[in-house]
């Protein structure tokens, strides 16, 4: 059964400041991983969609990489910025899922200081 | 273009009573899933349709809960006699098709009182 946690459940880091979110997931035969961010009182919004075959997706100033050999993906954030403070989520499509449903981790919470 | 829409946005009924949320997917997605959001659990998949079929049912807890999907575009989920623990954030997303990266909407958030 796949498992996916991320750590630190909670960060906070002054404006400027790069960092990097972590995900892990328990079976490595994934289809696909995808990172969210969630707002308050919000849904959540796809940052990045990363195929099993690919090792790294990149949007402005996220990176998203995958490993599946070690059950890890990290989201790299740049230069961060107050707007950047938000929940974020990884999800993970079993590999021998033909339905698509999401695993998703517990998040971080990320909170960026002016 | 339009995101996926649901509806309400806030729902507060009395426990027992039966609730019903709507989702309107992306036009043209094929694929729809609604995940339940709570404190204690997280995010947990309920249930998945391609088209107006439902293949995986696995994630619906108790047999009060039930969904349906029309015209391969809106799906309503129902939740008969409510109990306070079906409290939580429910979400609906669409994707192009299953296994594509999926897009979510606002969600409902339901208090039973």
């Known amino acids: 059964k796949q498992e996916v946690t991320q750590i630190p459940a909670a960060l906070s880091v002054p404006e400027g400041e790069n960092l990097v979110l972590n995900c892990s997931f328990t079976?490595?035969?994934?289809?696909?991983l995808q990172w969210f961010r969630q707002d308050p009182g919000k849904g959540l919004t796809s940052l990045l969609l990363?195929?099993?075959?690919?090792r790294e997706q990149t949007s402005g100033r996220l990176n998203a990489s995958l490993d599946k050999s070690s059950g890890r993906s990290t989201l790299y954030i740049a230069a961060s910025q107050p707007g950047d403070s938000a929940t974020y989520l990884c999800a993970a499509v079993g590999g021998s899922s033909n339905t698509g449903k999401l695993i998703f981790g517990q998040g971080t919470t990320l909170q960026v200081k002016p | 273009g339009a995101g996926v829409s649901q509806s309400p946005s806030n729902k507060v009924t009395e426990k027992g009573k039966d609730v019903e949320l709507r989702c309107d997917p992306i036009s043209g997605h094929t694929a729809l899933y609604w995940y339940r959001q709570s404190l204690g659990q997280g995010l947990e998949f309920l249930i998945y349709?391609?088209?107006?079929?439902?293949?995986?049912k696995s994630g619906l807890p108790s047999d009060r809960f039930s969904a349906e999907r029309t015209g391969g575009s809106v799906s309503t989920l129902t939740i008969q006699r409510t109990q306070q623990e079906d409290s939580a954030v429910y979400l609906c997303?669409?994707?192009?098709?299953?296994?594509?990266?999926?897009?979510f909407g606002d969600g409902t958030r339901l208090s039973i009182l």
């Open positions: 990363i195929q099993s075959s690919q």
């Open positions: 997303a669409s994707s192009l098709e299953g296994n594509r990266g999926q897009h």
């Open positions: 349709f391609q088209g107006n079929s439902a293949p995986d």
């Open positions: 079976d490595s035969a994934i289809y696909n």
